[in-house]
């Protein structure tokens, strides 16, 4: 599966870049800064909880970008395959300085994700499908209008060890390529491809984080016009399970 993913990546980003090229092309280039917590709480070896929350902000820290909470369960019936159903909704800031009024987005996902390895090398591929319903804000007043896409995303993760000692960071380089599709959207079938390089580091069995530069590449709905976002990102990944955390409010309460 891996090369048949990997041979289809080939294939699709050079045409994808090919498709970018316009006489007329706008790039606007700025900073970002990205923060998040994912969770994964276990009812069993099967069945578990997703809920994460992100924070992206423009100019690096010092304007709204959007914040989404996203939830979902996720089913896994080996240790190297999970398949997850959710639901998120995000706050999109206002396009223009002088505006006021956030945008708000709708969405549910669907998504298949396949873990492997390939000496000590991890692989991580995931495909999910978003269906998002984005509210049209004009003259800084909502209209109860929205603006309906589904969403294709690739990402291809790479986790390579540097270090002998598993407790020292690992080496991690993403690539996700999004595709969307929809009555509005004429001249950007590509939306985003965002290239991530970084370190993922274990702070503890349960709590891991990655921390790293990601460029998000985004095409806007005119077609000529892109987003080049530069972009520091730091993601938690907190794991655990249901159980573990029943047993640690009974003990709380008894004390």
Excluded at 37 to 51: E, G, P, Q, T, V
Excluded at 178 to 185: A, D, R, T
Excluded at 217 to 227: E, N, P
Aim: proline content about 3%; aromatic content about 14%; hydrophobic content about 35%.
């Amino acid at each position: 599966m891996f090369r048949n993913a990997l041979k289809i990546f080939v294939i699709l980003f050079p045409l994808l870049v090919l498709g970018q090229v316009h006489s007329e092309k706008e790039i606007k280039n700025q900073t970002q800064s990205w923060f998040s917590l994912n969770n994964n709480l276990k009812f069993n070896d099967h069945w578990s909880l997703l809920a994460d929350f992100h924070i992206r902000r423009n100019n690096f820290v010092s304007d709204d970008s959007f914040y989404f909470v996203r939830g979902g369960l996720s089913y896994m019936p080996n240790s190297k395959v999970s398949f997850a159903l959710g639901y998120g909704h995000m706050w999109v800031a206002p396009s223009k300085p002088e505006w006021n009024t956030f945008s708000d987005e709708n969405r549910i996902y669907q998504q298949t994700q396949l873990s492997t390895k390939i000496g000590e090398v991890g692989i991580l591929q995931r495909i999910r499908n978003e269906q998002r319903w984005q509210e049209k804000i004009v003259n800084d007043e909502p209209t109860g209008i929205n603006r309906f896409t589904d969403r294709v995303r690739y990402l291809l993760s790479v986790n390579i060890p540097v270090f002998k000692k598993k407790n020292m960071p690992s080496l991690v380089i993403a690539d996700e390529i999004l595709i969307h599709f929809g009555k509005e959207v004429v001249f950007n079938t590509l939306d985003q491809n965002r290239i991530f390089i970084g370190i993922k580091q274990a702070i503890n069995p349960k709590l891991s984080f990655d921390f790293g530069y990601m460029n998000v590449y985004q095409q806007k709905y005119s077609g000529y016009q892109y987003d080049s976002n530069h972009t520091l990102r730091l993601f938690f990944y907190y794991n655990n399970s249901i159980k573990s955390l029943t047993h640690f409010g009974n003990h709380e309460s008894g004390d």
